[in-house]
């Protein structure tokens, strides 16, 4: 490729990541900002996996923020280098590393819960997720500096958080078709723990297995893509839909946002009472 082709496909860049500082931003900051506000408020989440979901909103909403200023920031300095954004290893990497966590947190609770109760330590989730920025900030810093081991790294990430959440969801769900003991209805934890590790598994496959496609067809097969193409717009569109579909799914799974809705008619009937 010469330069003038390579000029001109990296300026073609600025209408492939239009849909997504169109689409993403407006919807993924407020909601983000509603879980971070619902979870802030909550005692003792550091006990519970919460904590993850607190950490993936504050990347989602850092992503949110950062898209925009590495958009318009590229737009005004079009170059290869500035085309690789920070923000999307917060994507592709944060993103399936958080949910693997909640997943695996969620097995321990159904399929071995005298170990769960043993590891509720705010320490532990705290130290994971420590582990979690360390690796997604390094990816981050690869995917500048290194794009070709950055696809490598993202690669491994995705399939190994893809294979763990797929089979922490199969073994949940084959404990949850036990009876309980005296052929009781299931807990309402196990019920819970299902709902989010269904989830998980849903946001995984949905929102990271179009880039998993794209960044292993990149690696072994390097001509046969061009490194900025309409898949490429395609699958940062699909993956960077997380940041908002993700903390949606919270809140209706933790059924807050019927309950915000309902506090905030109450709270207009109230002012329009007290105006009155």
Request: contains cysteine.
């Amino acid at each position: 490729m010469d330069g003038r082709n390579e000029t001109a496909t990296v300026s073609d860049l600025i209408w492939y990541f239009l849909p997504t500082i169109v689409l993403v931003p407006p919807l993924g900051i407020p909601a983000n900002a509603l879980v971070l506000r619902l979870l802030l408020g909550k005692p003792n989440i550091c006990s519970t996996s919460e904590v993850f979901v607190l950490n993936l909103a504050v990347f989602d909403m850092m992503f949110c923020f950062m898209v925009v200023i590495e958009y318009f920031y590229f737009m005004f300095n079009k170059s290869k280098v500035n085309a690789h954004f920070l923000s999307w290893g917060l994507s592709q990497a944060g993103g399936p590393l958080l949910l693997c966590a909640i997943s695996l947190d969620a097995f321990m609770a159904v399929c071995h819960p005298l170990i769960f109760l043993r590891l509720k330590e705010p320490k532990l989730r705290l130290s994971l997720c420590l582990l979690v920025n360390v690796l997604v900030f390094t990816a981050c810093g690869l995917a500048k500096l290194k794009p070709f081991y950055m696809l490598v790294m993202i690669l491994g990430i995705l399939m190994v958080t893809m294979l763990t959440i797929s089979t922490s969801n199969v073994l949940i769900l084959k404990s949850l078709r036990r009876p309980g003991p005296g052929g009781k209805d299931l807990h309402p934890v196990k019920k819970r723990a299902f709902k989010m590790v269904f989830t998980a598994l849903v946001m995984v496959d949905f929102h990271y297995l179009p880039s998993l496609a794209e960044s292993l067809i990149k690696v072994l097969f390097p001509t046969l893509l061009s490194p900025y193409s309409i898949l490429t717009s395609f699958t940062y569109l699909i993956l960077s839909m997380s940041s908002f579909i993700q903390p949606l799914s919270y809140l209706v799974r933790t059924k807050q946002l019927p309950k915000m809705r309902c506090n905030e008619k109450a709270e207009t009937k109230t002012k329009k009472i007290s105006d009155f």
